[in-house]
């Protein structure tokens, strides 16, 4: 079966190099992959699960909590643990497959973590010893972490901190296993490293948009890098597609697709080019205008326009600074700020404690809303 259009992988060789290096080492810290929504941390991990860690050596308990919606602390135990088939009937073989991803757990102690009778740290620690004890090395995979924001409102921030603890105890203290953890939500990484003292014993790896070269080479290589073979980009097309979704891999591969039905004897017609990116940012200012539909929401992301408009990376003081009329007070600010990192609108650098508007074309669409209000 072949498709007109197939998932690139561009580059990465850095992120990659990076990776091998750390897994190479005995575990001693916890690995945060970080970067706004959709730049391919997703991607990379499994890039880099298959291309070097599939293999008896290594034991991945890979996690996506996207699929799982947690809100409570029997939601949590259904995510980690799972029950283990292989000791009732049925087909053997299929359900020994899946029991690979996950801790596995005999129906009563599954009974007795939901109850909270048993420990759900005890249990992921016997696990963790009898791989060891056979002369595997376990990897813990956590994608989407911000998917445990729900727990962590709910309540139940005690559970996340003694997570943490946990794994800062099996990487840390006892090197019994590599922890990796990835999210677009720098903000929550900040706060869970904050709640459970993480800070010195975290590693960050930074997984951001492609950069000009190498979106200009994949633009430059469209069959060989996405299997597109009804067109190809002219170069003014090329630098089109740059200025409006910079090097944002899913918007730029979901656009490439959008125009495949314009083509003509290879080329997009340019009409029909302008009239797709036009409907983008089109898009993008109506994102704006559905979240700023109160004059508070309005003054915060003219403030955010124009200190993206003095430096893409800025500080939590620079929007305040620009924030003139008094109408969040701090705490209030911080948290409309998290909130807007949490449905990506901003992005979050843990490290840097900067923000940035998330992506070329929310940055074309910010400004235009700021336009349309008059800021
Ligand atoms: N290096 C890359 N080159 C080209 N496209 C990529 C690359 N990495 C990811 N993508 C594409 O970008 C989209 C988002 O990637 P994903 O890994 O899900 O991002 P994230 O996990 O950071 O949200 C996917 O459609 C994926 O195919
Ligand atoms: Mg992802």
């Given amino acids: 079966m072949k498709y007109s259009k197939e998932p690139a992988f561009i580059n990465r060789s850095q992120e990659m190099v990076f990776l091998k290096n750390w897994i190479d080492e005995r575990p001693e810290n916890i690995l945060f992959i970080y970067g706004p929504k959709s730049s391919g941390k997703t991607t990379l991990l499994y890039r880099f699960i298959e291309e070097n860690l599939s293999n008896a050596a290594y034991d991945i308990k890979h996690f996506n909590l996207r699929e799982i919606f947690l809100e409570q602390y029997k939601d949590f135990i259904r995510a980690f643990f799972e029950i283990d088939y292989s000791k009732a009937k049925g087909d053997l073989k299929e359900k020994r497959e899946y029991d690979l991803k996950v801790f596995k757990l005999t129906v009563e102690a599954l009974k007795g973590l939901e ?16 791989l060891e004890a056979k002369g595997r090395r376990p990897v813990i995979v956590i994608d989407e972490l911000q998917a445990l924001e729900g727990i962590y409102l709910n309540g139940q921030r005690e559970l996340l901190k003694e997570l943490f603890n946990f794994f800062v105890a099996m990487s840390k203290e006892s090197h019994l296993c590599h922890v990796i953890i990835a999210s677009s939500d720098g903000y929550f990484i900040e706060r869970i490293c904050n709640d459970s003292k993480l800070n010195k014993t975290s590693t960050f790896l930074e997984v951001n948009y492609l950069n000009k070269d190498d979106t200009y080479y994949w633009l430059n290589n469209l069959e060989k890098e996405s299997a597109i073979k009804k067109y190809t980009l002219t170069p003014a097309q090329i630098d089109r597609v740059w200025e409006t979704f910079g090097g944002s891999c899913w918007e730029i591969s979901r656009f490439l697709g959008e125009i495949m039905m314009y083509a003509e004897g290879g080329a997009v017609p340019e009409a029909a080019f ?102």
């Fill in 115 to 130: 109850a909270q009778e048993l420990d759900p740290f005890v249990i992921m620690k016997k696990e963790l010893l009898k």
């Fill in 274 to 375: 302008e009239e797709a990116l036009r409907k983008v940012v089109i898009q993008m200012r109506s994102l704006h205008v559905d979240y700023a539909y109160t004059k508070k929401r309005q003054a915060l992301f003219a403030a955010i326009n124009a200190a993206m408009q003095t430096s893409p990376c800025f500080t939590y003081a620079a929007v305040s600074a620009s924030l003139s009329e008094g109408f969040y007070d701090e705490e209030a600010l911080h948290d409309e700020l998290g909130n807007l990192v949490s449905q990506n609108f901003i992005a979050y650098n843990p490290v840097t404690a900067e923000y940035a508007v998330q992506g070329r074309s929310m940055e074309i669409g910010l400004t235009m809303f700021a336009e349309m209000i008059g800021r």
